[in-house]
């Protein structure tokens, strides 16, 4: 149940103050006497505490709380994600939150890297020491590999040592986005961000491609 629903512990308001206290005849309960002002201002009081308490507890869940907090909980777990999507930026907190120390398995390791903002395949290469990274796709909403990377290395054991190749933009996707390069320059993108996030082209308004 979440805190602030309404139980017998916890009377709702007015409404079951006045309840409570009608069978005892001691009152004037009458909406607008004394005694029923001050229950209204008890009641007043009380839904604010039971709003606030809501809140810390929403607040208590990465996929739950407040931008402001989603803000706190990113800088709580190293997670430079401020130009992500929200939705995006609410499930790397909660993978990131999700890793334990028995996950430096392939599976295991493909979650903490979904946990930095990149989802991938991971091939294993024993005689090396080594693990290639493919199909990357970048959700942490990174302008540079330089940033994929410490985010990925930093939740890769660190034993291993690491090959990325990642975004998947191709000529063929950019052609069929229908946009030329006045409308590529405006959006002011790197190459570097194109070749990491370029498929999120696709998704550009017509406001933006003005």
């Not at 009377?11 to 909406?31: C, E, I, T, V, W």
């Amino acid at each position: 149940m979440m805190f602030g629903e309404k139980t017998r512990q916890a009377p709702a308001g007015y409404a079951s103050m006045k309840k409570l206290l009608a069978p005892l005849r001691l009152y004037d309960l009458d909406g607008d006497s004394l005694v029923s002002r001050e229950l209204k201002s008890y009641a007043a009081g009380l839904e604010l505490f039971r709003e606030r308490m809501a809140a810390v507890w929403r607040d208590l869940y990465p996929d739950l709380c407040s931008a402001e907090e989603l803000a706190r909980w990113e800088r709580r777990l190293d997670l430079p994600v401020e130009r992500a999507e929200e939705e995006d930026r609410r499930a790397m907190a909660m993978q990131r939150l999700s890793i334990c120390d028995g996950d430096f398995t392939r599976e295991g390791i493909e979650r903490s890297l979904a946990s930095a903002g990149l989802l991938g395949q991971i091939a294993e290469d024993f005689s090396q020491r080594r693990v290639l990274i493919t199909d990357g796709v970048i959700t942490g909403g990174y302008a540079s590999l330089d940033e994929v990377k410490r985010q990925a290395l930093a939740m890769l054991p660190a034993h291993l040592e690491a090959d990325f190749a990642i975004g998947v933009l191709t000529w063929e996707m950019f052609d069929g986005f229908g946009l030329d390069f006045s409308q590529l320059d405006a959006a002011g993108h790197s190459w570097e961000w194109l070749d990491l996030n370029g498929e999120k082209l696709g998704g550009m308004t017509d406001a933006e491609q003005q």
